[in-house]
């Protein structure tokens, strides 16, 4: 803490130099004087801190050079250094890790596209087969229907054609028996696809891929669901041009070991090693949370 003197006679111009109570920071330093530590960190340009800081604009220069002299104010701005380094650490680590999480995220665990056996694959004599006799039943509802409406006495009609042994044509049939697996492999005799299945498209559970770097939604489409996926080149595109900016940031007055991190990090491109990269980008974090 600063110890406030009382000297009232030597007034000079510059609203800095006043010591009253209400002008101490929580610093310790006066306002006039914090106002000037916070100034200078940003470019370190001491006149033009001093200025706007309030002192006089004649003696601004000199002023600058005065104040950047003072032990309390030398430790003020590294200390203000410090924290702005920290702060850009924790930032950049965090932008940078979530660039590079999309850029290097696998497509393949929110959408996969799998061959699989088509209906004709394994049913008896490669006829259509069935999942499940209530299936079965359904499709055959769904075609008397079709052909009667809601026509009660038509229906009844139809039921008895059926239960007197006789087919109505179109009427599906189960010879291809039951039991149609759709995660199975397709069976290479099959006349049908030749052994090429159906391409199947599985999407992930919406819950788990909310927290996909790459899960942008869905969007319903006529053709089904769409997933929107980041765009990864544009993520990697987005990574690298940060790796400079963070570089660029560093050179305004950040601690050496962020320019040390940031120096390897660059090290590592190119070529773009995802090991390497994230091993550093997690590191920077690390290093926050360490002592
Ligand atoms: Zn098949």
Redesign the pocket.
């Known amino acids: 803490m600063a110890t406030r003197k009382q000297a009232p006679s030597k007034t000079k111009k510059g609203a800095g130099k006043a010591t009253k109570k209400a002008d101490v920071a929580p610093s310790g330093l006066p306002w006039g004087r914090e106002h000037f530590c916070l100034e200078y960190v940003k470019d370190g340009n001491a006149t033009r801190s001093a200025i706007a800081a309030g002192y006089s604009r004649n003696s601004a220069s000199e002023q600058g050079y005065d104040l950047l002299r003072n032990p309390q104010i030398k430790a003020r701005i590294a200390e203000l250094q410090r924290e702005i380094a920290q702060e850009l650490k924790i930032e950049h680590a965090d932008i940078l890790k979530r660039m590079w999480d999309t850029a290097t995220g696998d497509p393949n665990d929110l959408v996969r596209v799998e061959r699989r056996?088509?209906?004709?694959?394994?049913g008896v004599d490669?006829q259509y087969q069935w999942k499940t006799e209530r299936e079965y039943r359904d499709a055959v509802n769904a075609f008397l229907h079709g052909i009667a409406g809601n026509d009660h006495k038509a229906l009844i009609a139809l039921g008895e054609v059926i239960d007197a042994g006789n087919t109505v044509p179109g009427m599906p049939d189960d010879e291809g028996g039951y039991g149609y697996d759709a995660t199975a492999a397709?069976?290479l005799d099959?006349?049908?696809?030749?052994?090429?299945?159906?391409t199947t498209v599985q999407l992930s559970d919406s819950r788990e891929a909310m927290s996909h770097p790459l899960y942008e939604g869905v969007k319903q489409t006529k053709d089904g669901i769409e997933v929107k996926i980041a765009d990864r080149a544009k993520a990697l595109e987005q990574v690298a041009r940060h790796l400079s900016f963070f570089k660029d940031e560093v050179k305004l007055g950040a601690s050496a070991e962020l320019l040390e991190a940031a120096r390897k990090i660059n090290a590592a491109s190119p070529p773009l090693d995802p090991a390497y990269m994230r091993d550093n980008a997690s590191r920077l974090m690390d290093d926050e949370g360490g002592t």
């Open positions: 056996s088509c209906r004709y694959c394994h490669h397709p069976s099959c006349p049908e696809c030749f052994g090429e299945g159906v």
